[in-house]
Protein backbone atom coordinates (compact mmCIF):
# COMPACT_ATOMS: atom_id res chain seq x y z
CA UNK A 1 0.00 0.00 0.00
CA UNK A 2 1.27 3.46 -1.53
CA UNK A 3 2.02 6.50 1.13
CA UNK A 4 -1.13 8.09 0.15
CA UNK A 5 -3.41 4.84 0.73
CA UNK A 6 -1.94 4.35 3.81
CA UNK A 7 -2.81 8.26 4.78
CA UNK A 8 -6.33 7.71 3.61
CA UNK A 9 -6.90 4.51 5.52
CA UNK A 10 -5.40 6.10 9.05
CA UNK A 11 -7.10 9.88 8.98
CA UNK A 12 -8.67 10.44 5.54
CA UNK A 13 -7.70 13.92 5.56
CA UNK A 14 -4.45 15.13 3.75
CA UNK A 15 -2.49 18.00 4.88
CA UNK A 16 -4.86 18.67 7.34
CA UNK A 17 -7.07 20.35 4.74
CA UNK A 18 -8.60 17.85 2.44
CA UNK A 19 -10.69 14.55 3.28
CA UNK A 20 -9.89 12.12 0.17
CA UNK A 21 -12.36 10.54 -1.21
CA UNK A 22 -13.64 7.31 -3.86
CA UNK A 23 -10.38 7.03 -6.74
CA UNK A 24 -11.63 8.62 -9.98
CA UNK A 25 -8.85 7.48 -12.03
CA UNK A 26 -5.23 6.35 -12.25
CA UNK A 27 -2.18 5.88 -14.44
CA UNK A 28 1.61 4.99 -14.42
CA UNK A 29 2.25 8.23 -12.54
CA UNK A 30 -0.36 9.48 -11.01
CA UNK A 31 -3.77 8.68 -9.12
CA UNK A 32 -6.96 11.31 -9.33
CA UNK A 33 -9.15 11.53 -6.07
CA UNK A 34 -12.24 13.14 -5.30
CA UNK A 35 -11.25 15.36 -2.40
CA UNK A 36 -13.12 18.08 -0.11
CA UNK A 37 -11.71 20.74 1.44
CA UNK A 38 -12.21 20.46 5.03
CA UNK A 39 -12.40 24.57 5.19
CA UNK A 40 -14.80 26.04 2.68
CA UNK A 41 -16.61 22.22 1.68
CA UNK A 42 -15.72 22.51 -1.68
CA UNK A 43 -14.84 18.98 -3.93
CA UNK A 44 -11.52 19.06 -6.28
CA UNK A 45 -9.62 17.00 -8.19
CA UNK A 46 -6.51 15.44 -6.25
CA UNK A 47 -4.01 14.58 -8.60
CA UNK A 48 -1.77 12.20 -6.39
CA UNK A 49 2.05 12.10 -8.24
CA UNK A 50 4.70 9.83 -7.35
CA UNK A 51 7.82 11.83 -7.35
CA UNK A 52 10.31 9.01 -7.90
CA UNK A 53 8.54 7.56 -11.03
CA UNK A 54 8.40 11.16 -12.66
CA UNK A 55 12.12 11.52 -11.95
CA UNK A 56 12.74 8.28 -13.51
CA UNK A 57 11.26 9.10 -16.75
CA UNK A 58 13.06 12.86 -16.95
CA UNK A 59 9.56 14.21 -16.74
CA UNK A 60 9.87 16.47 -13.45
CA UNK A 61 10.60 19.89 -15.63
CA UNK A 62 7.45 18.91 -17.62
CA UNK A 63 5.79 18.74 -14.32
CA UNK A 64 6.94 21.81 -12.51
CA UNK A 65 6.30 24.01 -16.29
CA UNK A 66 2.90 22.34 -16.18
CA UNK A 67 2.49 23.86 -12.36
CA UNK A 68 3.61 27.54 -13.57
CA UNK A 69 1.72 27.72 -16.11
CA UNK A 70 -1.61 26.85 -14.09
CA UNK A 71 -0.38 29.12 -11.62
CA UNK A 72 -0.43 32.36 -14.14
CA UNK A 73 -3.33 31.65 -15.71
CA UNK A 74 -6.37 31.81 -13.55
CA UNK A 75 -9.74 32.20 -16.35
CA UNK A 76 -13.17 30.84 -15.97
CA UNK A 77 -12.41 29.00 -19.20
CA UNK A 78 -9.39 27.44 -17.92
CA UNK A 79 -9.22 24.31 -15.53
CA UNK A 80 -7.85 25.38 -11.91
CA UNK A 81 -4.85 24.98 -10.45
CA UNK A 82 -6.30 25.52 -6.39
CA UNK A 83 -3.12 24.54 -4.87
CA UNK A 84 0.05 22.14 -4.86
CA UNK A 85 1.08 20.23 -1.72
CA UNK A 86 4.28 18.14 -1.10
CA UNK A 87 5.34 14.89 0.82
CA UNK A 88 9.19 13.39 0.35
CA UNK A 89 7.27 11.16 -2.00
CA UNK A 90 4.43 12.62 -3.83
CA UNK A 91 3.06 15.97 -5.15
CA UNK A 92 -0.39 16.53 -5.08
CA UNK A 93 -2.36 18.85 -7.20
CA UNK A 94 -5.66 19.90 -5.54
CA UNK A 95 -7.51 20.66 -9.28
CA UNK A 96 -10.85 22.42 -10.08
CA UNK A 97 -13.23 19.37 -10.32
CA UNK A 98 -14.97 19.50 -13.91
CA UNK A 99 -17.55 16.51 -14.08
CA UNK A 100 -19.21 16.98 -17.63
CA UNK A 101 -16.05 15.27 -19.46
CA UNK A 102 -14.23 16.13 -22.59
CA UNK A 103 -15.97 18.71 -25.84
CA UNK A 104 -14.43 15.57 -27.92
CA UNK A 105 -17.28 13.17 -26.59
CA UNK A 106 -20.22 15.50 -27.62
CA UNK A 107 -18.60 16.56 -31.05
CA UNK A 108 -18.08 12.82 -31.62
CA UNK A 109 -22.00 12.34 -32.11
CA UNK A 110 -21.88 14.77 -34.89
CA UNK A 111 -21.10 17.96 -35.63
CA UNK A 112 -22.90 20.75 -33.50
CA UNK A 113 -25.53 23.83 -34.38
CA UNK A 114 -23.44 27.21 -35.46
CA UNK A 115 -24.52 28.30 -32.23
CA UNK A 116 -23.07 25.80 -30.16
CA UNK A 117 -20.31 26.11 -31.68
CA UNK A 118 -19.71 29.87 -31.63
CA UNK A 119 -20.60 29.79 -27.91
CA UNK A 120 -17.44 27.23 -27.36
CA UNK A 121 -14.87 28.81 -29.70
CA UNK A 122 -15.82 32.16 -28.22
CA UNK A 123 -14.90 30.74 -24.93
CA UNK A 124 -11.75 28.64 -26.67
CA UNK A 125 -10.49 32.05 -27.80
CA UNK A 126 -11.18 33.65 -25.13
CA UNK A 127 -9.01 31.41 -22.97
CA UNK A 128 -6.18 31.04 -25.48
CA UNK A 129 -5.87 35.61 -25.99
CA UNK A 130 -5.49 35.70 -21.79
CA UNK A 131 -2.72 32.95 -22.33
CA UNK A 132 -1.01 34.87 -24.45
CA UNK A 133 -1.51 37.56 -22.79
CA UNK A 134 0.85 36.51 -19.98
CA UNK A 135 3.43 34.70 -22.33
CA UNK A 136 2.12 31.33 -22.44
CA UNK A 137 0.99 29.33 -25.41
CA UNK A 138 -0.45 26.05 -25.01
CA UNK A 139 0.47 24.02 -28.32
CA UNK A 140 -1.69 20.97 -27.96
CA UNK A 141 -5.14 22.06 -28.25
CA UNK A 142 -7.44 19.64 -29.29
CA UNK A 143 -11.28 18.78 -28.31
CA UNK A 144 -9.99 16.08 -26.27
CA UNK A 145 -8.14 18.80 -23.84
CA UNK A 146 -11.33 20.81 -23.75
CA UNK A 147 -13.54 20.06 -20.71
CA UNK A 148 -16.86 20.69 -20.16
CA UNK A 149 -18.50 21.58 -16.45
CA UNK A 150 -21.88 20.88 -15.13
CA UNK A 151 -23.44 24.00 -16.79
CA UNK A 152 -21.98 22.92 -20.36
CA UNK A 153 -18.75 25.86 -19.96
CA UNK A 154 -15.66 25.15 -21.62
CA UNK A 155 -12.40 24.50 -19.84
CA UNK A 156 -9.12 24.11 -20.83
CA UNK A 157 -7.07 21.85 -19.68
CA UNK A 158 -3.51 19.86 -19.96
CA UNK A 159 -0.77 22.51 -20.63
CA UNK A 160 2.03 19.69 -20.24
CA UNK A 161 3.11 20.24 -23.58
CA UNK A 162 2.78 24.11 -22.90
CA UNK A 163 5.96 26.91 -23.55
CA UNK A 164 5.90 30.27 -21.96
CA UNK A 165 8.12 33.37 -23.90
CA UNK A 166 11.43 32.65 -22.03
CA UNK A 167 11.49 29.74 -24.05
CA UNK A 168 12.20 31.30 -26.99
CA UNK A 169 15.40 30.87 -29.16
CA UNK A 170 17.42 34.19 -30.09
CA UNK A 171 15.25 33.93 -33.08
CA UNK A 172 12.37 34.87 -30.98
CA UNK A 173 10.73 31.25 -32.33
CA UNK A 174 10.14 27.80 -30.63
CA UNK A 175 11.67 25.09 -32.12
CA UNK A 176 10.17 21.90 -30.13
CA UNK A 177 8.32 20.15 -32.76
CA UNK A 178 4.72 18.92 -30.34
CA UNK A 179 1.18 18.25 -30.73
CA UNK A 180 -1.01 16.23 -32.66
CA UNK A 181 -0.89 15.76 -36.10
CA UNK A 182 -4.42 16.37 -37.56
CA UNK A 183 -4.43 19.68 -35.08
CA UNK A 184 -0.47 21.06 -35.16
CA UNK A 185 0.56 24.29 -37.55
CA UNK A 186 2.23 23.62 -41.21
CA UNK A 187 4.97 25.77 -39.41
CA UNK A 188 5.73 23.47 -36.27
CA UNK A 189 5.76 19.89 -38.50
CA UNK A 190 8.70 22.41 -40.81
CA UNK A 191 10.46 22.83 -37.70
CA UNK A 192 12.21 25.70 -38.75
CA UNK A 193 11.20 27.83 -35.74
CA UNK A 194 7.49 29.21 -35.29
CA UNK A 195 5.22 31.76 -33.26
CA UNK A 196 3.52 30.05 -30.26
CA UNK A 197 0.58 32.14 -30.87
CA UNK A 198 0.45 31.78 -34.32
CA UNK A 199 0.62 28.23 -33.90
CA UNK A 200 -2.50 28.31 -31.33
CA UNK A 201 -4.31 29.98 -33.65
CA UNK A 202 -4.29 27.40 -36.22
CA UNK A 203 -5.33 24.31 -34.02
CA UNK A 204 -8.41 26.48 -32.88
CA UNK A 205 -9.28 26.97 -36.36
CA UNK A 206 -9.42 22.96 -36.96
CA UNK A 207 -11.20 22.50 -33.76
CA UNK A 208 -14.04 25.06 -34.89
CA UNK A 209 -13.69 22.98 -38.52
CA UNK A 210 -14.19 19.88 -36.06
CA UNK A 211 -17.48 21.64 -34.33
CA UNK A 212 -19.02 22.67 -37.36
CA UNK A 213 -18.48 19.80 -39.52
CA UNK A 214 -18.42 16.47 -37.45
CA UNK A 215 -15.05 15.78 -38.67
CA UNK A 216 -11.35 16.81 -39.21
CA UNK A 217 -10.22 19.16 -42.14
CA UNK A 218 -7.18 17.47 -42.72
CA UNK A 219 -7.09 13.42 -42.87
CA UNK A 220 -5.20 10.72 -44.74
CA UNK A 221 -4.46 7.09 -43.42
CA UNK A 222 -0.50 8.05 -44.25
CA UNK A 223 1.19 10.05 -41.61
CA UNK A 224 3.15 12.36 -44.46
CA UNK A 225 0.06 12.45 -46.84
CA UNK A 226 -1.81 14.04 -44.02
CA UNK A 227 1.12 16.53 -43.27
CA UNK A 228 1.09 17.68 -47.22
CA UNK A 229 -2.23 18.61 -46.99
CA UNK A 230 -1.32 20.59 -43.47
CA UNK A 231 1.57 22.34 -45.54
CA UNK A 232 -0.60 23.01 -48.59
CA UNK A 233 -3.82 24.06 -46.23
CA UNK A 234 -5.69 21.08 -48.72
CA UNK A 235 -9.32 21.97 -47.39
CA UNK A 236 -12.64 22.06 -48.43
CA UNK A 237 -15.40 23.29 -46.12
CA UNK A 238 -19.10 21.45 -46.19
CA UNK A 239 -21.88 23.22 -47.76
CA UNK A 240 -24.24 23.47 -44.46
CA UNK A 241 -20.92 25.97 -43.35
CA UNK A 242 -22.33 29.57 -43.35
CA UNK A 243 -20.27 32.31 -45.70
CA UNK A 244 -19.29 34.04 -42.59
CA UNK A 245 -17.99 30.69 -41.04
CA UNK A 246 -16.18 29.70 -43.91
CA UNK A 247 -14.24 32.95 -44.16
CA UNK A 248 -13.16 32.67 -40.17
CA UNK A 249 -11.79 29.56 -41.06
CA UNK A 250 -9.79 30.08 -44.27
CA UNK A 251 -8.18 32.96 -42.65
CA UNK A 252 -7.75 30.61 -38.97
CA UNK A 253 -5.95 27.98 -41.50
CA UNK A 254 -3.60 29.95 -43.41
CA UNK A 255 -0.83 28.15 -44.09
CA UNK A 256 1.42 31.31 -44.38
CA UNK A 257 1.83 32.19 -40.62
CA UNK A 258 2.99 35.49 -41.54
CA UNK A 259 -0.69 36.01 -43.06
CA UNK A 260 -2.99 33.82 -40.59
CA UNK A 261 -5.28 36.30 -38.63
CA UNK A 262 -4.25 37.23 -35.13
CA UNK A 263 -6.08 36.44 -32.45
CA UNK A 264 -6.76 40.07 -31.66
CA UNK A 265 -8.70 40.59 -35.28
CA UNK A 266 -10.59 36.83 -34.36
CA UNK A 267 -11.97 38.41 -31.53
CA UNK A 268 -13.55 41.34 -33.28
CA UNK A 269 -14.71 39.28 -36.18
CA UNK A 270 -18.96 39.87 -37.08
CA UNK A 271 -19.43 35.71 -36.62
CA UNK A 272 -18.02 35.41 -33.30
CA UNK A 273 -19.48 38.74 -31.82
CA UNK A 274 -23.04 37.62 -32.92
CA UNK A 275 -25.00 36.81 -30.03
CA UNK A 276 -26.23 32.99 -29.53
CA UNK A 277 -29.83 31.80 -30.06
CA UNK A 278 -29.63 29.26 -27.60
CA UNK A 279 -27.89 27.95 -24.41
CA UNK A 280 -25.04 25.11 -24.99
CA UNK A 281 -26.49 23.25 -22.64
CA UNK A 282 -29.51 23.05 -25.15
CA UNK A 283 -28.32 23.03 -28.44
CA UNK A 284 -27.21 19.62 -28.88
CA UNK A 285 -25.17 17.39 -31.46
CA UNK A 286 -27.27 17.58 -34.98
CA UNK A 287 -27.92 13.77 -35.98
CA UNK A 288 -28.74 14.46 -39.78
CA UNK A 289 -27.53 12.29 -42.92
CA UNK A 290 -25.25 14.72 -44.16
CA UNK A 291 -23.24 14.83 -40.92
CA UNK A 292 -23.40 10.68 -40.51
CA UNK A 293 -22.34 10.01 -44.00
CA UNK A 294 -19.47 12.90 -43.52
CA UNK A 295 -18.38 11.03 -40.34
CA UNK A 296 -18.72 7.47 -41.39
CA UNK A 297 -16.51 8.04 -44.33
CA UNK A 298 -13.16 9.25 -42.73
CA UNK A 299 -10.41 7.76 -43.37
CA UNK A 300 -8.40 6.15 -40.01
CA UNK A 301 -6.96 8.54 -38.15
CA UNK A 302 -3.30 8.39 -37.80
CA UNK A 303 -2.31 8.34 -33.91
CA UNK A 304 1.08 9.91 -32.22
CA UNK A 305 3.54 8.23 -29.06
CA UNK A 306 1.04 9.63 -27.00
CA UNK A 307 -1.43 8.49 -28.36
CA UNK A 308 -0.52 5.19 -28.84
CA UNK A 309 0.93 4.97 -24.52
CA UNK A 310 -2.21 5.62 -24.15
CA UNK A 311 -3.90 3.01 -25.12
CA UNK A 312 -2.25 0.59 -22.28
CA UNK A 313 -3.75 0.71 -19.08
CA UNK A 314 0.02 0.02 -17.94
CA UNK A 315 0.93 3.30 -19.72
CA UNK A 316 -1.16 5.71 -19.62
CA UNK A 317 0.03 8.86 -19.00
CA UNK A 318 -3.07 11.06 -19.84
CA UNK A 319 -3.98 10.91 -16.11
CA UNK A 320 -1.39 12.99 -15.00
CA UNK A 321 -2.17 16.23 -16.49
CA UNK A 322 -6.51 15.48 -16.49
CA UNK A 323 -9.25 14.23 -14.83
CA UNK A 324 -10.02 10.52 -15.62
CA UNK A 325 -13.20 8.65 -14.61
CA UNK A 326 -14.34 5.22 -14.41
CA UNK A 327 -17.81 5.34 -15.39
CA UNK A 328 -16.77 7.06 -18.83
CA UNK A 329 -14.48 3.52 -19.37
CA UNK A 330 -16.64 1.43 -21.17
CA UNK A 331 -14.45 0.48 -24.41
CA UNK A 332 -11.88 -1.46 -24.94
CA UNK A 333 -9.42 -1.66 -27.87
CA UNK A 334 -7.37 -4.45 -29.66
CA UNK A 335 -4.46 -3.94 -31.81
CA UNK A 336 -3.72 -5.67 -35.56
CA UNK A 337 -2.57 -6.14 -38.34
CA UNK A 338 -5.02 -6.65 -40.90
CA UNK A 339 -6.58 -4.01 -43.02
CA UNK A 340 -9.19 -1.84 -42.34
CA UNK A 341 -11.73 -4.07 -44.50
CA UNK A 342 -10.63 -6.91 -42.89
CA UNK A 343 -11.62 -5.24 -39.37
CA UNK A 344 -14.91 -4.06 -40.81
CA UNK A 345 -15.92 -7.66 -42.25
CA UNK A 346 -15.13 -9.23 -39.66
CA UNK A 347 -17.47 -6.31 -37.01
CA UNK A 348 -20.00 -7.39 -39.86
CA UNK A 349 -19.75 -11.25 -39.53
CA UNK A 350 -19.94 -11.02 -35.44
CA UNK A 351 -23.20 -8.57 -36.04
CA UNK A 352 -24.49 -11.00 -38.81
CA UNK A 353 -23.93 -14.39 -36.43
CA UNK A 354 -25.84 -12.38 -33.28
CA UNK A 355 -28.58 -11.50 -35.15
CA UNK A 356 -29.83 -8.60 -32.98
CA UNK A 357 -27.71 -5.74 -34.46
CA UNK A 358 -28.46 -3.35 -37.85
CA UNK A 359 -24.97 -2.44 -39.30
CA UNK A 360 -23.88 1.30 -40.52
CA UNK A 361 -20.55 1.18 -42.03
CA UNK A 362 -17.45 3.88 -43.14
CA UNK A 363 -13.80 3.61 -44.45
CA UNK A 364 -12.96 3.71 -40.49
CA UNK A 365 -16.29 3.60 -38.15
CA UNK A 366 -18.86 0.68 -37.94
CA UNK A 367 -21.42 0.96 -35.66
CA UNK A 368 -23.50 -1.77 -34.90
CA UNK A 369 -26.93 -0.88 -33.89
CA UNK A 370 -29.32 -2.73 -31.71
CA UNK A 371 -32.77 -4.03 -32.72
CA UNK A 372 -34.31 -4.90 -29.57
CA UNK A 373 -34.67 -2.53 -26.26
CA UNK A 374 -33.03 -3.76 -23.33
CA UNK A 375 -32.94 -2.00 -19.35
CA UNK A 376 -31.50 1.14 -21.18
CA UNK A 377 -32.70 1.08 -24.63
CA UNK A 378 -31.25 -0.02 -28.02
CA UNK A 379 -27.73 -0.97 -27.40
CA UNK A 380 -25.35 0.53 -29.87
CA UNK A 381 -21.54 -0.66 -30.39
CA UNK A 382 -19.30 2.24 -32.25
CA UNK A 383 -16.12 0.16 -33.50
CA UNK A 384 -13.69 3.10 -34.78
CA UNK A 385 -10.07 1.95 -36.64
CA UNK A 386 -7.08 4.55 -35.98
CA UNK A 387 -4.03 3.88 -38.12
CA UNK A 388 -0.53 4.07 -36.10
CA UNK A 389 1.19 3.12 -39.45
CA UNK A 390 -0.36 2.10 -42.79
CA UNK A 391 -0.14 -1.22 -42.28
CA UNK A 392 -0.43 -1.60 -37.95
CA UNK A 393 -3.99 -0.72 -36.59
CA UNK A 394 -5.77 0.42 -33.27
CA UNK A 395 -9.26 -0.98 -33.12
CA UNK A 396 -11.57 1.24 -30.04
CA UNK A 397 -14.47 -0.53 -29.64
CA UNK A 398 -16.98 1.89 -27.09
CA UNK A 399 -20.98 1.58 -25.74
CA UNK A 400 -22.69 4.39 -27.89
CA UNK A 401 -25.71 3.73 -26.21
CA UNK A 402 -27.44 1.31 -24.27
CA UNK A 403 -26.71 -0.69 -20.89
CA UNK A 404 -23.30 -1.67 -20.16
CA UNK A 405 -24.25 -5.05 -18.44
CA UNK A 406 -25.46 -5.59 -22.22
CA UNK A 407 -22.61 -4.22 -23.55
CA UNK A 408 -19.97 -5.74 -21.71
CA UNK A 409 -21.78 -9.36 -21.79
CA UNK A 410 -22.01 -8.75 -25.57
CA UNK A 411 -18.28 -8.28 -25.87
CA UNK A 412 -17.30 -11.48 -23.30
CA UNK A 413 -19.45 -13.75 -25.11
CA UNK A 414 -19.51 -12.85 -28.42
CA UNK A 415 -17.12 -10.27 -29.50
CA UNK A 416 -13.94 -10.81 -28.48
CA UNK A 417 -13.97 -14.91 -29.39
CA UNK A 418 -14.92 -14.25 -33.00
CA UNK A 419 -12.18 -11.62 -33.24
CA UNK A 420 -9.19 -13.99 -31.73
CA UNK A 421 -7.77 -14.82 -35.03
CA UNK A 422 -7.00 -11.00 -36.19
CA UNK A 423 -5.90 -9.93 -32.97
CA UNK A 424 -2.16 -9.15 -32.85
CA UNK A 425 -0.40 -11.33 -30.88
CA UNK A 426 1.20 -10.58 -27.57
CA UNK A 427 4.58 -12.31 -26.82
CA UNK A 428 4.59 -15.40 -24.73
CA UNK A 429 4.82 -15.15 -21.21
CA UNK A 430 8.18 -16.86 -20.69
CA UNK A 431 9.52 -14.51 -23.78
CA UNK A 432 11.13 -11.11 -23.22
CA UNK A 433 8.62 -8.55 -24.26
CA UNK A 434 9.68 -6.25 -26.85
CA UNK A 435 8.56 -3.00 -26.64
CA UNK A 436 5.33 -2.66 -28.48
CA UNK A 437 4.86 -6.18 -27.06
CA UNK A 438 5.00 -4.45 -23.61
CA UNK A 439 2.65 -1.58 -25.00
CA UNK A 440 0.15 -3.55 -26.41
CA UNK A 441 -0.04 -6.93 -24.06
CA UNK A 442 -3.39 -6.82 -22.07
CA UNK A 443 -4.98 -4.59 -24.64
CA UNK A 444 -8.56 -6.92 -24.94
CA UNK A 445 -8.13 -8.91 -22.00
Not at 404 to 423: V, W
Amino acid sequence: MNEIDKECQKSGVLHGKYELGRLLGHGTFAKVYHARNLQNGKSVAMKVVGKEKVIKVGMMEQVKREISVMKKVKHPNIVELHEVLASKSKIYFAMELVRGGELFTKVSKGKLKEDAARAYFFQLISAIDFCHSRGVYHRDLKPENLLLDDDGNLKVTDFGLSAFTEHLNQDALLHTTCGTPAYVAPEVIGRKGYDGAKADIWSCGVILYVLLAGFLPFQDENLMAMYRKIYRGDFKCPPWFSAESRKLITRLLDPNPDTRITISSVMECPWLKRSVRKSIQEDEAVEDPECENAKSKKPPETLNAFHIISLSEGFDLSPLFEERRREERDELRFATTQSPNTVISKLEEVAAKAGKFNVKKGESMVILQGQECGRKGKLAIAAEIFAVTPSFLVVEVKKDHGDTLEYNQFCSNELRPALKDILWPAPADNSTPTPAGRLFSGLFN
